[in-house]
C-alpha cells in the first residue's frame, strides 16, 4: 500500500491535477501578465456546473454516459466565467498600474466563491459528487482507481491537444507571438484582445475538466475549494516556469509527487516523526516552492528574464 | 438675490490644479434656470416641513414617526439633510455669508445633497410601505415628503453641473469618437460622461489666508463633529435608522468634497499638522467616556488594533507597492508570541510571564523574523511572486498552529483549542482588567484596552508618518512608481522592500501582542485569508483599498467601516463577502485611489502648480470661516 | 490623384505631454518619404499613431481613401500598412521563418506565401541560411534584415521603416540602405524615419525635418540635403 511505486503513482494523479489547473495560470500569465487569482474560483464552478449537470439528467444514468455532458456543462461555466472576467474585470484595468488587477482578482474570487456559497442549493455544506465506482485496478503492487485513470487521460489528453494547437494552429503561433511582444503582434495583424480571451478561455476549458476530475477523486466539491487547489496549482506554474505551458505540467507533477512523498516519508527522519502526515502536506509544498524560487527563480523550465516589479 | 451667474467660468484664486478644459456642462433635466432653482428651494422648504408632520398611522414602524409637529426617527435624518441641501444651494446661488459652504461655488455639492436627502427620504417611505403592508399606512405627511423631496431632486438635476475633464490622453477621446459613429450608444454616453462629476478638482479660495485662530477653530469643530455624527451612528437603535443615517452621511461627505469643502479642510490640516494630530487624538480618547459602553469599547479596540495592522500593511501595499496577501499571519505571530510569554497555564512556558513592554517586544520580534524569511527570498524576484508566497505563508501559518498540538506535530500551540486563559495586562501597576473610575465616569476593561491600544496607534501612525516623509519613504515610492528607475537612481530596491515588509511585519506583531490579551484567548481561526469577520488578510486588504493606499487615515477608516458596517447591518451576514469582493471589483474599476485619495503623489509631480500662493483676498472665504468658527 | 497616404493636422499626447503637436504630410505612391530629427522629435510617435498602436487626439489620418483614427491596428496591416518598429522586435524565441510567416499573418494564400518567403531569403540569403535557427540568436543587422522581411511579408501598399540603421556597424548600414534602394526600385512605398540623415536624404524624393513634435522643414531630398541649416544641425557639419 505505501510502497515507493504507489507514492509516485498517487504523486502523479495529483499532479496531473494541478498540471491542469496550472495550465490556466500560466497561459494568462504569460500573456498578459497577471495573476488570475481567481482561477482556482473558475476550477471550482467548474465542478459545480458538471454537478448540475448531473442533477439535471435523469436518475440511475450511467455515470461514464453522463460524463462527456458533465465536462460539456462545466466547461461551458468555467469558460463563460473566465471570458467575462477578462471583458469586464481585467481588459479595462489594462495599463492600470500592477496591483489593481491582482485587487480586482482577489475581489472577482471572494464573490465566485460566495455567490456559490449564497446561492447554489445546499452549498454551504459539501456536496456529493457522483463516483465511478470503488474497485481500483491493479498494475503490479499499484492500485489504480478508476477515477485516477479518468484524470491522467483527460490530463494527458489536454497537455498533447494544447501542445499540437499552440505549435502547430495559426491561433497557437498568434499566441506565441502575442506573448513575446503584444504590440509588435499587432503590427502583424493579430488581434490580441481575441488571443488574449482564448488564453482565458482554454484556462476555464482545463480548470473545469480538473475541476470534474476533482469531484471523481475526492466524492465531494465545495465552494472553497478552489482557494487552496489554486494555490497549489499556482505554485506548480511557478516551479515550472511561469508563462511556460510545458512547465506548468511538469510544475504540477513534481508538486504532486513532493507532496505524496512528503507525506509518506518525511516522517520517517529522525527528528521529524511529528511533521509527515496529511496534515503537514501544504507546509512541504510551500518550503519546496521557496526553495526552488531561491535556487531557480525562472522555475524549472522557465527562460531567464529580467526580475521586474 | 444672485449675484454670480452660474454658468459663467470660475474666478475663485486657484489652490491646486486648474483644468483648462473642465467645463459647467448641460444639466441632467433640462429646465430654465430660474425654475431650477426655484423647484430647488421649494423642495428643500417642502421636505423641511413634511418631517413636522405625520408619516405614519401607527408606531409599528420603528422611531415613532406618527407625531405631528415634531420631528423622530428617519424624519430627523430628512430634516438635516433637507437644511443642508437649502444652506448649500444658497450658497451655490451665491447668498452673501453663505457661500463659504461652496468654496468653489460648484452646484454639483447641491445635487449630491438633494439626492442624498430623496433617498433617504424615500429609503424611509418605502420602508414604512413595505414593512407594514402598503402604501395605504402612509400619512399624508409621508406623501408630502416624497413629493417634496422629488421636487429637490429633480430642481436640483435642472441645474448645471461641473463635469470631470476628458482624459487628456488619447484614449477617452477615441471612446467618444468611436461611440458617436453608432446612434443609440452616443446618448447613453453622453449622460455617463456627465455623470462623471468634477470631485472638488476645481480650484478654491486658499484657507491659509483666514486668521489662524479661525483656522484652529475649525479643526477643533471638525473634530467634536466627527465625533458626534460617529456616535450617532453607533447609537442607533434599529437598522432602518443606521441605513438612513448611512445614505446621508455618505452623501454629505460626497457632497462636502464636490464643494472643495474637504479639499480646503486638508490644506488647513497640512498646515497645522501637530494640531489637527492632536486634535485627532482628543477626539478618540474621549471616546470611551462619550460612549461609555464596554460593547462600543470593545468595538474600539477592534478598530484601533485591526486599523494599526492596516497601517502597517499600508507601508507594505501602499507605499512600496508590494502585495502581501498572507499579512493577518503576521498579527497571529504576535498574538502567539504574546500568549505563550503570557502566563497562561495554556502556554508550553506557562511559568514564564513576560511585562508587556518585553512581551511586546517579542511578539514584535518574532514578527519580525518571519517577514525577513518570507521576505529575503521572494523580494528579489517580481512582485507577483511575492504575492503567491505572502499566501502561501498566510495559510501554512494557520495549518501550523492547527497542527502543532503534541498528536499532527510537536506540542506548541495547542492546535484548535489555542492558547487560552491569558491574563490581563497590567501597564505601570494599572491592571488593565479592573475597572477604574474617572470623576463619575467608570471605564472598564475594554475601554482600558482601548486607551492602551490607543497609544500604540499613536506610536504607530508617528513611525509611519515618519517612515514616510524620510528618505526611505522616498524609495519605497520610487520603487513603487517604478522600481526600475528607482534602482538606476542608486536605490538598493531589495533592501528597501525588505525594510519596508519587515517593518509592516513588526507592526502587525505589536497590535498581535495587544490582541491576545484583548481577547483572552489565541486560537488559529481569525488567521485566514478571507472570512465572514475581520481581521483576515482580505478584509485588511480591503481596508488599505477602500480607504486609500498610502495614507494615514485611508487604512484607519476602512477599519472602522469595515467594523461598523457589519456590525450594524447584521442581516447582511450572508451576502457580506460577496458584496465585498464586488466592492472590490467596482474600487478598482471607478476610483482605485480609495476614499482618500493620496495626494502626495500629485504633489511631487506637479508641485509648482499645487501650492500657488493666493493671489487675491479670499473675501467670501474667510467671512465663511469666520462662520464657522462662530 | 490623391496621395496613398495623408497626415492632416495630427494630434498625440502622452497623458498631458503633447509629443507631435499637429503635423501633416503626405506620401504618393512609388514614392520613399523620410521624416528626419533629433531623438524625442516625435518621429516614433507619429509611425506608431499611424499604425494605430497609439490613439491621436486630433488630426486627420487617410490612407487609401480609408480615414484611420478608429480602426485598430491589426485592421490597418490588413488595409496595407505595414510598420518595422524601432528597436526590431523581432520574435526572440520563434524561428526566422515563424517570424517571417507572421508577418503573412491576415493571408490566406499559402502558395503565394511560400513564394515570398523564398523571396525574403532571396533579398537576405543569412536568413535563408539559418531559416530554423531562434530568432534571438541573430546579430542585430541580421535581426533588422528579418524585421524588414518579415514586414515586407504582408504585402504591404506601404512600408514604414523606424529607423532601420540604429546601432548598427557601418557596413550593416550601407547593406540596410542598398535594400531600401532595391525595394524603391522594385517600386514599393516606403516611410523611413532615420536619424542617419545624410543616408536617409541621399535617397529620398520626399523629407521632412521633425523638432519636438512639429515639421520645421519640407523638400526633395536633395534640396534639403542641401540646405544650409539642415546640414548643421543634421550633418554635423560646421
Ligand atoms: N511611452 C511614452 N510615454 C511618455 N512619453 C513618451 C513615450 N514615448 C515617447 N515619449 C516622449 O515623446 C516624445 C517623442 O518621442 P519619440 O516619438 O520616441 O521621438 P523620436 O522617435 O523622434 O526619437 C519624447 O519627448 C519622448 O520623451
Ligand atoms: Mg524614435
Known amino acids: 500500500m505505501h510502497t515507493l511505486p504507489q507514492q509516485l503513482a498517487n504523486g502523479l494523479f495529483l499532479g496531473s491535477m494541478y498540471g491542469l489547473i496550472a495550465i490556466g495560470y500560466t497561459m494568462v500569465y504569460g500573456i498578459v501578465q497577471l495573476i488570475n487569482f481567481a482561477h482556482g474560483e473558475i476550477f471550482m464552478t467548474g465542478a459545480f456546473g458538471a454537478l448540475t449537470v448531473w442533477n439535471c439528467l435523469p436518475d440511475g444514468m450511467n455515470i461514464w454516459a453522463a460524463l462527456p455532458l458533465m465536462l460539456i456543462g462545466g466547461a461551458i461555466v468555467s469558460v463563460l466565467i473566465a471570458v467575462g472576467a477578462e471583458r469586464f474585470a481585467y481588459r479595462p484595468l489594462r495599463g492600470a498600474p500592477r496591483l489593481a488587477p491582482l485587487i480586482t482578482a482577489i475581489g472577482l474570487s471572494l464573490a465566485l466563491q460566495q455567490a456559490i456559497f449564497v446561492w447554489y442549493p445546499g452549498a454551504d455544506n459539501a456536496k456529493d459528487f457522483p463516483q465511478l465506482g470503488t474497485h481500483p485496478y491493479h498494475l503490479g503492487s499499484i492500485a489504480i482507481q478508476r477515477n485516477d485513470i479518468f484524470l491522467v487521460a483527460a490530463a494527458v489528453v489536454c497537455m498533447v491537444g494544447l501542445a499540437a494547437f499552440v505549435r502547430t494552429s495559426r491561433t497557437g503561433r498568434a499566441m506565441q507571438a502575442t506573448a513575446q511582444d503584444p504590440d509588435t503582434a499587432q503590427l502583424m495583424g493579430i488581434d490580441t484582445n481575441r488571443i488574449i480571451v482564448i488564453a482565458f478561455a482554454i484556462g476555464g476549458l482545463f480548470a473545469a475538466v480538473a475541476g470534474v476530475a476533482f469531484g471523481l477523486k475526492y466524492g465531494q466539491i465545495t465552494y472553497n475549494m478552489g482557494f487552496q487547489a489554486g494555490l497549489k496549482a499556482f505554485t506548480a506554474a511557478v516551479l515550472g516556469g511561469i508563462g511556460n505551458i510545458y512547465g506548468a505540467m511538469l510544475g504540477g507533477l513534481v508538486l504532486g509527487i513532493a507532496e505524496a512523498c512528503a507525506t509518506a516519508y518525511i516522517a520517517n527522519i529522525p527528528g521529524m516523526h511529528q511533521l509527515g502526515g496529511q496534515g503537514w502536506a501544504n507546509v512541504w509544498a510551500f518550503v519546496l516552492l521557496i526553495v526552488v524560487l531561491l535556487v531557480r527563480p525562472q522555475g524549472l523550465l522557465g527562460e531567464r528574464v529580467a526580475d521586474r516589479a | 438675490m444672485t449675484d454670480i451667474p452660474l454658468t459663467e467660468p470660475l474666478q475663485p484664486t486657484p489652490l491646486g490644479t486648474t483644468h483648462p478644459d473642465a467645463a459647467r456642462s448641460d444639466s441632467f433635466v433640462t429646465l430654465p434656470p430660474g425654475v431650477a432653482r426655484i423647484a430647488t428651494l421649494v423642495g428643500v422648504a417642502g421636505t423641511i416641513v413634511s418631517t413636522f408632520m405625520s408619516w405614519t398611522y401607527t408606531s409599528a414602524f420603528p422611531g415613532d414617526l406618527t407625531v405631528n409637529g415634531y420631528p423622530g426617527g428617519l424624519q430627523v435624518l430628512t430634516l438635516i439633510g433637507a437644511i443642508l441641501t437649502g444652506l448649500v444651494a444658497l450658497g451655490a446661488f451665491g447668498v452673501k455669508g453663505l457661500t463659504w459652504l461652496v468654496p468653489n461655488r460648484s452646484p454639483n455639492a447641491v445635487l449630491l445633497l438633494a439626492a442624498g436627502t430623496f433617498a433617504t427620504t424615500w429609503y424611509a417611505v418605502i420602508a414604512i410601505a413595505q414593512e407594514l403592508g402598503g402604501l395605504a399606512n402612509l400619512n399624508p405627511g409621508g406623501f408630502v415628503a416624497a413629493v417634496a423631496s422629488l421636487v429637490l431632486l429633480v430642481g436640483t438635476l435642472g441645474l448645471p453641473i461641473d463635469r470631470q475633464p476628458l482624459d487628456p490622453s488619447g484614449a477617452e477621446y477615441y471612446e467618444l469618437g468611436r461611440l458617436s459613429e453608432n446612434g443609440p450608444a452616443r446618448g447613453t454616453y453622453r449622460w455617463l460622461r456627465q455623470a462623471r462629476l468634477n470631485h472638488g478638482e476645481l480650484p478654491v479660495p486658499d484657507p491659509a489666508r483666514a486668521p489662524a485662530w479661525v483656522q484652529y477653530l475649525t479643526i477643533v469643530v471638525v473634530a467634536a463633529a466627527g465625533v458626534k455624527v460617529l456616535t450617532y451612528g453607533l447609537a442607533t437603535g434599529y437598522t432602518e435608522l443606521f441605513i438612513g443615517y448611512l445614505i446621508l452621511v455618505v452623501f454629505t461627505l460626497w457632497a462636502f468634497i464636490a464643494a472643495g469643502l474637504t479639499r480646503q479642510f486638508s490644506k488647513i490640516t497640512a498646515d497645522h499638522r501637530p494640531f489637527a494630530a492632536l486634535m485627532g487624538v482628543v477626539a478618540a480618547v474621549a471616546y470611551p467616556f462619550v460612549q461609555n459602553n464596554e460593547h462600543w469599547a470593545n468595538l474600539g479596540v477592534n478598530i484601533l488594533i485591526f486599523g494599526t495592522v492596516a497601517l502597517g500593511l499600508n507601508i507594505v501595499v501602499g507605499l512600496t507597492g508590494l502585495l502581501d496577501l498572507g499579512y493577518v499571519a503576521f498579527l497571529g505571530v504576535g498574538a502567539y508570541a504574546a500568549a505563550l510569554v503570557s502566563g497562561s497555564q495554556y502556554s508550553i512556558w506557562s511559568g514564564v510571564e513576560f511585562p508587556f513592554w518585553a512581551a511586546a517586544l517579542t511578539g514584535m520580534a518574532a514578527s519580525l523574523v518571519f517577514g525577513v524569511l518570507i521576505g529575503a527570498p521572494t523580494l528579489r524576484l517580481r512582485g507577483d511572486y511575492l504575492a503567491i508566497v505572502t499566501l502561501g505563508f498566510g495559510e501554512i501559518f494557520r495549518i501550523a498552529v492547527n497542527n502543532l498540538d503534541g498528536v499532527s506535530g510537536p506540542k506548541v500551540t495547542n492546535g484548535p483549542n489555542g492558547i487560552s486563559q491569558i491574563p490581563d495586562l497590567s501597564v505601570f501597576g494599572y491592571n488593565l482588567g479592573d475597572p477604574h473610575q474617572f470623576g463619575s465616569i467608570t471605564l472598564g476593561r475594554f475601554a482600558n484596552y482601548y486607551l492602551l491600544m490607543l497609544v500604540i496607534t499613536v506610536i504607530v501612525v508617528l513611525v509611519f508618518t515618519r517612515a514616510s516623509d524620510s528618505r526611505i519613504g522616498r524609495s519605497w515610492i520610487a520603487i513603487r512608481e517604478d522600481e526600475t528607475a528607482a534602482t538606476a537612481m542608486g536605490i538598493n530596491g531589495f533592501r528597501v522592500k525588505l525594510i519596508a515588509f519587515a517593518l509592516g511585519a513588526s507592526l502587525a506583531g505589536l497590535a498581535g501582542t495587544v490582541s491576545a490579551h484583548v481577547t483572552y484567548s489565541v486560537v488559529p481561526n481569525p488567521y485566514q485569508f478571507s472570512g465572514a469577520a475581520p481581521p483576515n488578510s482580505a478584509f485588511l486588504l480591503a481596508a488599505v483599498v477602500l480607504g486609500g493606499m498610502g495614507t494615514v487615515s485611508g487604512p484607519v477608516l476602512g477599519a472602522a467601516l469595515l467594523y461598523i458596517v457589519p456590525e450594524k447591518l447584521g442581516f447582511l451576514q450572508r451576502y457580506e463577502l460577496f458584496a465585498f469582493g464586488v466592492t472590490l471589483i467596482l474600487i478598482m474599476r471607478f476610483r482605485p485611489e480609495g476614499i482618500i485619495p493620496n495626494r502626495r503623489r500629485k504633489l511631487e509631480f506637479h508641485q509648482d502648480e499645487a501650492l500657488l500662493p493666493a493671489q487675491q483676498a479670499l473675501g467670501d472665504g474667510t467671512a465663511a470661516l469666520g462662520k464657522a468658527g462662530a | ?238
Request: hydrophobic share 40%; aromatic share 4%; charged share 20%.
Open chain 3, 1 to 238: 490623384m490623391t496621395a496613398l497616404l495623408e497626415v492632416e493636422d495630427l494630434r498625440v499626447a502622452y497623458g498631458k505631454i503633447e509629443a507631435v503637436k499637429g503635423i501633416s504630410f503626405s506620401v504618393e505612391a512609388g514614392q520613399v518619404v523620410t521624416l528626419i530629427g533629433t531623438n524625442g522629435a516625435g518621429k516614433t510617435t507619429t509611425l506608431r499613431t499611424l499604425s494605430g498602436l497609439l490613439k491621436p487626439i486630433g488630426g486627420r489620418v487617410t490612407f487609401d481613401g480609408k480615414v484611420l483614427s478608429r480602426i485598430p491596428p491589426h485592421k490597418i496591416v490588413s488595409l496595407g500598412l505595414a510598420h518595422s518598429p524601432e528597436g526590431r522586435h523581432i520574435f526572440p524565441r520563434l524561428t526566422i521563418e515563424q517570424n517571417l510567416l507572421l508577418g503573412a499573418f491576415l493571408r490566406r494564400d499559402s502558395a503565394g506565401i511560400t513564394r515570398d518567403v523564398e523571396r525574403a531569403y532571396e533579398l537576405f540569403p543569412i536568413l535563408g541560411e539559418r531559416r530554423k535557427q531562434a530568432a534571438g540568436t541573430l546579430s542585430g543587422g541580421e535581426q533588422q534584415m528579418l524585421a524588414m522581411g518579415r514586414a515586407l511579408m504582408s504585402q504591404p501598399k506601404l512600408l514604414m521603416l523606424d529607423e532601420p540603421s540604429m546601432g548598427l556597424s557601418p557596413i550593416m548600414m550601407q547593406k540596410i540602405m542598398s535594400t531600401i534602394v532595391e525595394l524603391r526600385s522594385q517600386g514599393t512605398t516606403i516611410l523611413l524615419v532615420e536619424q542617419n540623415a545624410q543616408a536617409a536624404l541621399s535617397l529620398a524624393d520626399h523629407a521632412h525635418v521633425m523638432e519636438i513634435g512639429t515639421i520645421k522643414l519640407s523638400g526633395t531630398g536633395q534640396d534639403l540635403l542641401h540646405d544650409e541649416g539642415v546640414r548643421k544641425t543634421y550633418l554635423g557639419e560646421d
